[in-house]
Nanobody, 121 residues
Framework: QAQLLESGGGLVQAGGSLRLSCAAS????????MGWYRQAPGKQRELVAT???????NYADSVKGRFTISRDNAKNTVYLQMNSLTPEDTAVYYC???????????????WGQGTQVTVTS
């Protein structure tokens, strides 16, 4: 089994910055892609950014140039640096990882519990 624990959410004014962290723990054999998704009230969960184990990144158009995803493979941790935040970025942010544990034959999708990001105007 594995767990994802997010931290770093909070309340910030428009134009401000926040940094989210997500650490994977447990009997992890390997982690493939890690990423961040978000869900605003009344909307579907959407991709924010992903990063592969060799640091290839992908971003939603809405966050390109403002958000940066990074990863520390030695710590099984993924980060999301969010700059120039706007009220439209307000959402619950979820960490995601495609990983394999020692007791599994397959890579499985894991999710964190979510962390609230609120941007005020």
């Amino acid at each position: 089994q594995a767990q994802l624990l997010e931290s770093g959410g909070g309340l910030v004014q428009a134009g401000g910055s926040l940094r989210l962290s997500c650490a994977a723990s447990g009997s992890i054999f390997d982690i493939n892609v890690m990423g961040w998704y978000r869900q605003a009230p009344g909307k579907q969960r959407e991709l924010v950014a992903t990063i592969t184990s060799n640091a290839r990144t992908n971003y939603a158009d809405s966050v390109k140039g403002r958000f940066t995803i990074s990863r520390d493979n030695a710590k099984n941790t993924v980060y999301l640096q969010m700059n120039s935040l706007t009220p439209e970025d307000t959402a619950v942010y979820y960490c995601n990882a495609d990983l394999k544990t020692y007791d599994s034959r397959w890579y499985l999708d894991y999710w964190g519990q979510g962390t609230q990001v609120t941007v005020t105007s």
